[in-house]
């Protein structure tokens, strides 16, 4: 009979850290249903832009701020979730009907209500900023390996999802050049295209919240694999 008690005792002393934990799934809930409403504003935005420039990156040149001594954006580009940027390679901007296309394909990409987020990764290797005037609506980067772009909101950053015909809009639009790939391929010998790993369907791993605690997640070592 003391166990009736002690059970009672029990669920009693867990009842707080249940209330807890309902409370944290509301706050993350709502902060998953702003954020989705900010992707379809922001797309809305975009599809508008007079101005459109995308660019090669380095996959190899994350770095801080200072590392790049105050070089101006003609040389550098943000990759805003790891708070870093990376080298500018080349840069083109791009005519009104390729403009069109682009804008079209990434704001419905864009305003899509759920995300993975891609793999827990990310080799910069294209990015693009987007202009209406010279008002700057959007600058990010490109992962082809992890199947993830950058996306900023007004308080942080996290990854959207890609697809193939983005990644065909921008390797026609500016190439990537064989000496990039095999340099990419000689220091990741193991890493392929998300359409192409194992298991495909799925991130290769759980990707990070944006919205638990706000963090941002840093670039993973060399020995990183898909």
Not at 44 to 54: C, N, S, T, Y
Not at 80 to 91: D, F, M, N, Q, V
Not at 154 to 167: F, I, M, R, S
Request: glycine fraction near 10%; proline fraction near 6%.
């Amino acid at each position: 009979m003391k166990l009736i008690p002690l059970l009672l005792i029990t669920l009693y002393m867990c009842l707080p850290c249940i209330a807890q934990k309902d409370l944290d799934s509301e706050f993350y809930k709502a902060i998953e249903k702003a954020e989705a409403k900010y992707r379809v504003g922001k797309a809305a935005l975009i599809k508008k832009a007079d101005r459109v420039v995308v660019y090669l990156v380095d996959f190899d040149g994350i770095s801080d701020d200072d590392v790049f001594g105050g070089g101006d954006g003609s040389e550098t580009i943000s990759i805003a979730p790891y708070g870093k940027r990376t080298k500018i390679l080349s840069t083109k901007e791009i005519g009104p009907g390729d403009r069109k296309r682009l804008l079209e394909t990434l704001s419905k990409k864009i305003a899509e209500p759920k995300h993975t987020g891609g793999a827990f990764c990310h080799f910069p290797i294209h990015g693009i900023r987007i202009y209406a005037g010279e008002d700057l609506l959007h600058e990010g980067t490109f992962c082809w390996v992890c199947g993830n772009f950058v996306f900023s909101y007004p308080q942080g950053a996290g990854w959207l999802d890609t697809n193939a015909e983005l990644k065909k809009i921008f390797t026609k639009l500016i190439p990537i050049p064989q000496s990039e790939l095999d340099r990419f391929h000689k220091k990741y010998p193991g890493a392929k295209p998300k359409g192409e790993q194992v298991g495909a369907d799925q991130p290769a791993t759980a990707p990070e919240s944006k919205s638990e605690g706000n963090q941002k997640s840093q670039p993973e070592s060399e020995g990183r694999s898909q």
